[in-house]
């Protein structure tokens, strides 16, 4: 009898420890996903609407010359399609050309001050378009534009690697990236408005819409300014343990499901060295998603540009008035499947996966779209046209984000993808000439076939990430562990 108390009471105390750890274990648990939830909700609330905001200007002001065209923009300048095409292409070129440059000096004169700054010189730029009078100045300031607006993009995507886990990036950039989709929808109903004031003063009523438009991007970048934090570590609106927690939780130091995470702590000392720019660049990641970004790129640029045009020539509106507020209609379906999208990739924690259902939905719609005479099926494929590539954008932008580490490698993947992706954009202002309207099937089918090779590339890439994890699991990347960026053992590859 005595000697089986004796084993209950020792059975007991042998427990305690156990249910006292059990406590503890789960009153941490509630306190990281309190606290996890509340940096969160700060940094939502208060960082992506003010980029979002940023990010809808940037695709108005370089869009907005599609609302413009078919209002009287080539007739008032006598511009022929040659050179209206050139103003196009010429931005492209000047876009590209600075966004390396741009998200190298990023870190230098921080967030805070370099994207507002960038906002409010394009702003002042996109007024300067609406007194343009002929093809030179049309030309020279669609040049000015695209070197004041190519940092932005690369420029975000770099700074919100910064305040986000890698599995919190891809909802958190469809949120940003539905700004881009919005902005086709809200371009549409502006230009519809903006137009309507002119002529007045002297302007016709398409120079309303970039003398409006820049004025409200300057005050844009003003409130940009004034809300953006440079980090976790400097935002006022976080609470001393909320900073701490925030820059912790980024490390993956918090016992928390921050795992894999890079080290902020060695990246913010991290000196620049040319070595990690060449790591970024020989990366077979970067130009496999690139490649598929830059058939992704000339789909949604050719869209923005060229969708009043398509659909004006389609008939299916009695004046371009009409058309503008029709044009509306694929970018509303768009947006909400975006968010979705990007909530399941995060969920899932899949990028590359997630873009193998989304592409197809793309590539249905240009298919159909390329063979189809019917005016009103064709329209309707413009709304998948629509879905399959604005889903597909934030997922194949985090993606590459998520699996670089170390800033100026990240940050010289993160531009070079975009150059790449970008460039997409001389394939789109090429692609609709008016010869072929209405039925655009040239156009149509090349865009067809670079969705089709896109999807090939993203799923490379999703093979080829999945070895280096198995690699990694063998043993085979020993020799960087503690390094602390993506060749660290514990990094894993985000498929």
């Known amino acids: 009898m005595t000697s089986n108390t004796h084993a209950s009471n020792a059975g007991k105390m042998g427990e305690r420890p156990s249910i006292e750890k059990m406590e503890r274990t789960v009153s941490d648990s509630e306190y990281h996903r309190k606290m996890t939830r509340r940096i969160l909700w700060k940094m939502d609330t208060r960082v992506l609407p003010v980029l979002s905001l940023l990010f ?14 078919i209002i009287g923009l080539e007739k008032d300048l006598n511009l022929s399609n040659t050179q209206y095409t050139q103003g196009l292409a010429v931005f492209y070129a000047t876009y590209i050309a600075s966004e390396l440059p741009s998200n190298l000096l990023l870190k230098k004169v921080t967030p805070k001050i370099w994207l507002p700054l960038l906002t409010m010189v394009w702003g002042v730029i996109t007024m300067c378009l609406g007194f343009v009078k002929d093809v ?21 995507v770099l700074y919100l ?29 502006l230009a519809r408005g903006l137009s309507a004031i002119g002529p007045r003063g002297g302007l016709e009523g398409w120079r309303w819409i970039f003398i409006i438009e820049g004025l409200v991007t300057i005050l844009a970048g003003l409130v940009a300014y004034l809300l953006l934090p440079t980090s976790v570590t400097t935002a006022p ?10 820059a912790r939780r980024l490390q993956g130091d918090t016992g928390a499901d921050t795992a894999n995470e890079a080290s902020p702590v060695l990246e913010r000392e991290e000196r620049f060295r040319w070595s990690e720019v060449r790591r970024g660049v020989f990366n077979l990641q970067v130009w496999l998603t690139a490649t598929a970004y830059f058939s992704l790129g000339a789909g949604l640029y050719s869209f923005g540009l060229f969708l009043p045009t398509i659909l004006n020539d389609l008939k299916i509106t009695s004046s371009p008035n009409q058309t503008q507020l029709w044009s509306v209609i694929p970018y509303a379906v768009a947006t909400p499947v975006t968010v979705l999208i990007a909530f399941a990739s ?42 399959g590539m604005y889903s597909s954008v934030p997922c194949i932008l985090v993606w590459n984000t998520n699996n670089s580490a170390g800033h100026y490698k990240r940050a010289t993947t993160s531009a070079l993808q975009l150059i790449i992706g970008n460039a997409g954009g001389f394939v789109a202002t090429f692609v609709y000439p008016p010869r072929d309207a209405p039925l655009y099937h040239r156009g149509h089918t090349i865009l067809l076939g670079l969705l089709v090779y896109a999807w090939f590339a993203v799923l490379a890439n999703v093979l080829w990430c999945n070895k280096i994890n198995k690699d990694k699991a063998a043993g085979k990347y020993e020799e960087y562990e503690g390094c602390g960026d993506d060749r660290d053992p514990a990094f894993k590859m985000i498929l």
């Open 136 to 156: 030179g100045s049309f030309i020279g300031v669609r040049a000015l534009l695209g070197i004041a607006e190519g940092g932005l993009f690369p420029g975000i």
């Open 237 to 246: 609106y976080l609470t001393e343990e909320e900073k701490e927690y925030a």
């Open 346 to 387: 995060d969920r899932l924690k899949l990028r590359g996966v997630m873009m193998l259902f989304t592409l197809p939905i793309a590539i249905v719609g240009y298919a159909v779209i390329a063979n189809v005479a019917s005016a009103h099926v064709r329209f309707a494929m413009t709304s998948l046209m629509a879905i």
């Open 161 to 189: 690697s910064g305040l986000y886990t890698r599995q919190e990036m891809a909802l958190r950039m469809g949120i940003f990236y539905t700004a881009a989709s919005l902005s086709g929808a809200f371009g549409g109903l």
């Open 56 to 69: 809808l200007c940037s695709f108005l002001d370089r869009a907005n010359v599609g609302n413009a065209r």
